[in-house]
């Protein structure tokens, strides 16, 4: 089932993904697409708040992922910089697809075929330079 809102700002995209933070389960898989910009990692962010954890959440780039400590481990996966599956299978990310945690992935195209297929999907489209229409796929609102 996919639910389509629009945002207007940062704080409404932080807003809508605190209430992901509610409905999230211990093994889901959340993969966010959208273009460069769009608010993937501002999504994230509004979730980690909203899941307890106080630690300042960016953009995993370089580091492809980060773990914070949240009501269970939350692993912030970007794959923008990766270039084939198998660099995805050798940073270790499968054990935490499919590990006790949250798993949130910037970039997931790139990770297509690696990434559980029953995962949630986040979509952010740019409108404006504020507007994002973000589409939710996978969680009951
Ligand atoms: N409604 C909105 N929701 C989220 N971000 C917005 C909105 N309107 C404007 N912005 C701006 O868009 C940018 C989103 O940046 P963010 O780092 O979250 O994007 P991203 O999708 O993670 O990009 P990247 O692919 O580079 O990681 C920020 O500069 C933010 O201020
Ligand atoms: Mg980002």
Not at 28 to 39: C, K, W
Not at 62 to 86: E, K, L, Q, T, W
Request: hydrophobic content about 40%; proline content about 4%.
């Amino acid at each position: 089932m996919t639910d389509k809102f629009i945002s207007y700002s940062q704080d409404d995209t932080r807003a809508l993904a605190g209430k992901v933070a509610d409905k999230i389960k211990k093994g889901d898989v959340v993969a966010l697409f959208g273009e460069l910009g769009a608010g993937k990692t501002c999504f994230v962010q509004g979730f980690a708040k909203a899941f307890g954890i106080t630690e300042i959440v960016n953009s995993p780039s370089f580091a492809i992922v980060n773990v914070y400590d949240g009501r269970m481990p939350v692993y912030h996966m970007d794959f923008y910089r990766i270039d084939s599956p198998d660099e995805i299978r050798a940073i270790g990310c499968e054990d935490y697809f499919y590990g006790d945690g949250v798993c949130f992935i910037e970039w997931a195209e790139k990770a297509k075929d690696i990434i559980p297929p029953d995962r949630k999907e986040i979509y952010i489209k740019i409108i404006n330079k504020t507007e994002r229409e973000i589409k939710i796929k996978g969680f009951n609102f």
